[in-house]
């Protein structure tokens, strides 16, 4: 019986502070990984494809049900960009997970294009134009 009161207090202390922590759907971890993808692809500067910023909100409305939605990922990524580089940032758009998951997909894409660029351009970058991100030039 003490064990079951002990584990039933240490819960009540520990879920408090899991259930702040918010979590990604599905849909807009996709959308996300999608957005980090091609924002790789842009910053290694591979050749052939640029943003295609209706072709994103069009995506992203496709996964999130709606353009505003859409936007509001694109806003959380533009601010979990900006505070990751120290530039000035609107705290109501930031979100720590979705800094934390951009980060982990930009770091493991550039990586991947670092090691071999050539590959690596060629299959994001049509990644990133099949999904509407992306176009090619």
Known sequence: MHIKLTAI??????A???ADAAMLTDAEATFLDQLATAAAVLEQRCTGYEANGAGGVQTGARLLGSPDAAMTMINAFDAAIKAHDGNDYDPRKFRPEVSD????????VRAALIRDPEAACAAYGDSGAASGLLRRY
């Not at 207090?9 to 520990?14: H, M, N, Q």
């Not at 998951?101 to 493991?108: L, P, Q, S």
């Open 16 to 18: 408090p502070g899991q």
């Open 101 to 108: 998951a951009a980060g982990k997909t930009f770091k493991r």
């Open 9 to 14: 207090a240490l819960l009540a202390i520990i």
